[in-house]
Each structure stands twice: as structure tokens, then as C-alpha cells.
T-cell receptor, first 114, second 113 residues
Framework: GDSVTQMEGPVTLSEEAFLTINCTYT??????LFWYVQYPGEGLQLLLK?????DKGSNKGFEATYRKETTSFHLEKGSVQVSDSAVYFC?????????????FGQGTILTVHP | GAVVSQHPSRVICKSGTSVKIECRSL??????MFWYRQFPKQSLMLMAT?????????EQGVEKDKFLINHASLTLSTLTVTSAHPEDSSFYIC?????????FGPGTRLTVL
């Protein structure tokens, strides 16, 4: 079945450091890929998405590129801020009969220190 | 826009009682809502897909008689945990589907004593 694997956290960085959170997936067909962020005490919010191979999703300085050849969708940010501290989830939607349904990775806790 | 609320935000109940959790889309209509369960330090696990006016579709391994889902209107879905037990303690999250995107509620922390 479909699955998403994220790098284990927690990840602790200093402000302005470079961030990479790895995400790989297994799916049949051509899934859409997402990164969600969950700030403390809040619900999940869509951070960015990509719907086909080689697409790059970007938002708030975060980027991720849909790599079909490596089945990956790694999240990157060039300079993190304290306000980026949150839990980040990689997810996929396989489409077809699983229309709308999301399969999530295990989440990665990011803590950014001043 | 696209705000989803859940009520209550947290609930504590005794073993054997039933608990109802509401999920509302505040500024849009959603024919499809999803219910997830999140264990500590683990991912969200999809429990069921709730469709307005029809029966919910449950994921494999989720007891439909234990977790009753009702989607009575385009803005409200409810999850009732029947005869709750301590192992049902968890964080329950709903989402509403609109335009190829899911919008998530803030979650409900259920503790069963």
C-alpha cells in the first residue's frame, strides 16, 4: 500500500541555519505530494504541494521538489527562524479511488533556537 | 477563509461512557470530511471518510460500531466514541475537503479514565 517515510526527529537548529527534512514515498500511479505544518496548539496547515514529477512547491521560504526517480519530496529552507519551530508532516494523495485521502509520514519536530 | 473548528478541544470521561466530538466547517460547505487519530509522537492515522448524506467509509481495522460517524449537514460531522475505554485515549483530528485541499481542525484530546 501507499506509505510515506520521513527522517526521524527531533531536529534542532540555530536561527538562520539551513534546513532539510527528508521524505520518501511509496505509491502506485502518480500521487500528489504535500508538506503540512502543525504549530503548537494549532491544526495542520498546508505548507506546500506538488502534483506532478519535477514540480516545485514553495511557500514562506520553504521549497520541495517532486522527484519521481528517487520517490522523494524533501523539504528545504535556506534560513530558518524561531517561528518555524513546529511539527512538519509529509503526505501523499494517491488519487484515483482514494480521492482526497491523505497518507502521512510520522512527522518531524523542528526546534529553532535564537 | 476555510476554517474548521472542533468541539470540545479536550474531554475527560469515565470508562464505559460515550463521547461526541463535533467538526464544523465555519465558512464553507464540505461534502467530504475526514477523521484522523494521532498517537503521541506518531503520525495521523486515517480512521474514516465522512460523506454528507451517506454512510461513512471506514479504514481497515477501525471498528465502525465503536466510532460512529454522522455527517448530517454540509458543515457538520460528528464522531461518537461509544463505550470508551482507556485505550481509546488519543488526539482526534478532523479535516474538511474543499477544492482538492484538506483543511484541518485543531483537534480534540480525549482522555478516558
Amino acid at each position: 500500500g501507499d506509505s510515506v517515510t520521513q527522517m526521524e526527529g527531533p531536529v534542532t537548529l540555530s536561527e538562520e541555519a539551513f534546513l532539510t527534512i527528508n521524505c520518501t514515498y511509496t505509491a502506485t500511479g502518480y500521487p500528489s505530494l504535500f508538506w503540512y505544518v502543525q504549530y503548537p496548539g494549532e491544526g495542520l496547515q498546508l505548507l506546500l504541494k506538488a502534483t506532478k514529477a519535477d514540480d516545485k512547491g514553495s511557500n514562506k521560504g520553504f521549497e520541495a521538489t517532486y522527484r519521481k526517480e528517487t520517490t522523494s519530496f524533501h523539504l528545504e529552507k535556506g534560513s530558518v527562524q524561531v517561528s518555524d519551530s513546529a511539527v512538519y508532516f509529509c503526505a501523499l494523495n494517491a488519487g484515483g479511488t482514494s480521492y482526497g485521502k491523505l497518507t502521512f509520514g510520522q512527522g518531524t519536530i523542528l526546534t529553532v533556537h535564537p | 477563509g476555510a476554517v474548521v473548528s472542533q468541539h470540545p478541544s479536550r474531554v475527560i470521561c469515565k470508562s464505559g461512557t460515550s463521547v461526541k466530538i463535533e467538526c464544523r466547517s465555519l465558512d464553507f460547505q464540505a461534502t467530504t470530511m475526514f477523521w484522523y487519530r494521532q498517537f503521541p509522537k506518531q503520525s495521523l492515522m486515517l480512521m474514516a471518510t465522512s460523506n454528507e448524506g451517506s454512510k461513512a467509509t471506514y479504514e481497515q481495522g477501525v471498528e465502525k460500531d465503536k466510532f460512529l460517524i454522522n455527517h448530517a449537514s454540509l458543515t457538520l460531522s460528528t464522531l461518537t466514541v461509544t463505550s470508551a475505554h482507556p485505550e481509546d485515549s488519543s488526539f482526534y483530528i478532523c479535516s474538511a475537503y474543499l477544492g482538492n485541499e484538506q483543511f484541518f481542525g485543531p483537534g480534540t484530546r480525549l482522555t478516558v479514565l
